[in-house]
T-cell receptor, first 117, second 114 residues
Framework: GAVVSQHPSWVICKSGTSVKIECRSLDFQATTMFWYRQFPKQSLMLMATSNEGSKATYEQGVEKDKFLINHASLTLSTLTVTSAHPEDSSFYIC?????????????FGPGTRLTVL | KQEVTQIPAALSVPEGENLVLNCSFTDSAIYNLQWFRQDPGKGLTSLLLIQSSQREQTSGRLNASLDKSSGRSTLYIAASQPGDSATYLCAVTHSGGSNYKLTFGKGTLLTVNP
C-alpha cells in the first residue's frame, strides 16, 4: 500500500518551453502533497506544500509564477515548470501524506529527471 | 531554522563490516526522524521512522537510535553487503503546524566493497 507515482520519469526539453510533472497517490487519498528538488550530490530541498483545493505554499526563494502547482484532487498534484531554463535542470520528487492511518508519514514518488537544453 | 547534518559524507567499507552513520539536527523540537535510502537516479525508500518519544527502531540488520535532547541520531548497519551501497538520508519532521514538513540532510554515500 501507499504507492506514489510520478510521470514522466524523465523529460528533456528546450529552453523556454513549459513542462508538467504529475504526482499521483495510487491507493490512498492525500490531503497534502510536497514537491522537492534535488541537485546532483545535494539533499532534497522542499519547494512547496500543496493542500487539496487550496493554493500551494511556497518555500522562501521559490518563484511561484515559475513553478505552478495544482492539487485539484485528493490523488493528483501537478508541478508545471514554466519557461524552463538550463538552471532548472534537476531531479524533482513529490511526496504525499495520507488522510487516514499514519498521517504523519510522507510517501515518496520515484522522481522525475528534468533536463533543459 | 532547522539544519540537519550527516557525517561522514561518504564511507567505503569491506563487505561484512558493521558501520554507523551519523545525523545531527539543530532544533530538538521534532515530531519524528526518518532514515531513507536513495539509489542513484531513484526516489526515496523509507527505512526506519522513530517517533520523538522513542529511543530506537530496528528492522532486520538496521537499527536507528534517537537522542532528541542532544539532537543526534545514528543508523547502525550490521554485516554490510554490497547491496547496501546507496546514499542514506536522514530527515526530521518539524513539530507544530499541520503540514509535517521534512528537513533533509545531504546524505552519506555508502559503498560496500565485495
Amino acid at each position: 500500500g501507499a504507492v506514489v507515482s510520478q510521470h514522466p520519469s524523465w523529460v528533456i526539453c528546450k529552453s523556454g518551453t513549459s513542462v508538467k510533472i504529475e504526482c499521483r497517490s495510487l491507493d490512498f487519498q492525500a490531503t497534502t502533497m510536497f514537491w522537492y528538488r534535488q541537485f546532483p550530490k545535494q539533499s532534497l530541498m522542499l519547494m512547496a506544500t500543496s493542500n487539496e483545493g487550496s493554493k500551494a505554499t511556497y518555500e522562501q526563494g521559490v518563484e511561484k509564477d515559475k513553478f505552478l502547482i495544482n492539487h485539484a484532487s485528493l490523488t493528483l498534484s501537478t508541478l508545471t515548470v514554466t519557461s524552463a531554463h538550463p538552471e532548472d535542470s534537476s531531479f524533482y520528487i513529490c511526496s504525499a501524506r495520507g488522510t487516514s492511518g499514519i498521517t504523519d508519514t510522507q510517501y515518496f514518488g520515484p522522481g522525475t529527471r528534468l533536463t533543459v537544453l | 531554522k532547522q539544519e540537519v547534518t550527516q557525517i561522514p559524507a561518504a564511507l567505503s567499507v569491506p563487505e561484512g563490516e558493521n558501520l554507523v552513520l551519523n545525523c545531527s539536527f539543530t532544533d530538538s523540537a521534532i515530531y519524528n526522524l526518518q532514515w531513507f535510502r536513495q539509489d542513484p537516479g531513484k526516489g526515496l525508500t523509507s527505512l526506519l521512522l522513530i517517533q520523538s518519544s522513542q529511543r530506537e527502531q530496528t528492522s532486520g540488520r538496521l537499527n536507528a537510535s534517537l537522542d532528541k535532547s542532544s539532537g543526534r541520531s545514528t543508523l547502525y548497519i550490521a554485516a554490510s553487503q554490497p547491496g547496501d551501497s546507496a546514499t542514506y538520508l536522514c530527515a526530521v519532521t518539524h513539530s507544530g503546524g499541520s503540514n509535517y514538513k521534512l528537513t533533509f540532510g545531504k546524505g552519506t554515500l555508502l559503498t560496500v566493497n565485495p
